[in-house]
């Protein structure tokens, strides 16, 4: 029974992403599962109840940083694990949702879907916002111990630091998709200005 589910949230993934929330109809998901409308409406009632279970799925499975894998001897080594780390899942991503629309066109409907579950679930915005507190906490504290080993040093604080590096590196991913760049093309910009950036802070 789980894996009817867990197909089901797959499929509807694919379809929210490679649409939006609101073109895709309930009758296309439960056509495209190849499920029946019994089995179907078994686990979810409304499009957007499903729409939050696919949110559960991505943020908790999908679009998450495996923190425990980058390196924490220095910020430097750090934050390029990050940014190898991030080029990674976006590729794994693309191949598993991504369907014939551009790479572009995708990015924005992925944009188009947060803002949709924002204005639908208000916790959904907490949730969010919390995820990031979790990230500026992971990173403020591998920024802490490169100011003690005496890797960094700067006025400002390392919470500073870190929103610096995170808020710079969404911008830049925000501002390339809106060129329409591909996806080899997000993560280089990003890199090469948190190395300048370093350079500044570096002791």
């Known amino acids: 029974m789980r894996d ?16 939006s929330f609101k073109e895709v109809t309930m009758k296309e998901i439960v056509e495209k599962t190849g499920l029946s409308k019994g089995a179907f409406y078994h686990y979810f009632k409304s499009k957007e109840q499903l729409l939050e279970e696919v949110l559960d799925f991505f943020f908790t499975e999908v679009m998450v940083h495996d923190y425990d894998k980058y390196s924490t001897e220095s910020f430097h080594r750090f934050f390029h694990d990050h940014s190898n780390g991030a080029e990674t899942f976006v590729k794994n991503y693309f191949e598993k949702f991504k369907g014939n629309e551009s790479e572009s066109e995708f990015s924005m409907n992925y944009f188009s879907l947060v803002f949709d579950a924002i204005k639908l679930f208000p916790k959904f915005r907490e949730i969010m916002l919390l995820g990031l507190e979790n990230e500026v906490r992971i990173w403020s504290a591998v920024i802490k111990t490169a100011r003690e080993n005496g890797e960094i040093k700067s006025p400002m604080t390392d ?23 591909q996806i080899k093309e997000w993560t280089a910009p990003v890199l090469v200005l948190w190395d300048k950036l370093y350079e500044q802070i570096k002791a």
Do not use: C, P, R, W
């Not at 009817?4 to 649409?19: C, D, G, V």
């Open 159 to 181: 919470e500073e630091i870190a929103q610096t590096f995170i808020y710079l590196g969404d911008g830049v991913v925000m501002n390339t998709i809106m060129h329409g760049s």
């Open 4 to 19: 009817s589910k867990t197909h089901i949230i797959t499929i509807a993934s694919k379809l929210f992403l490679q649409k």
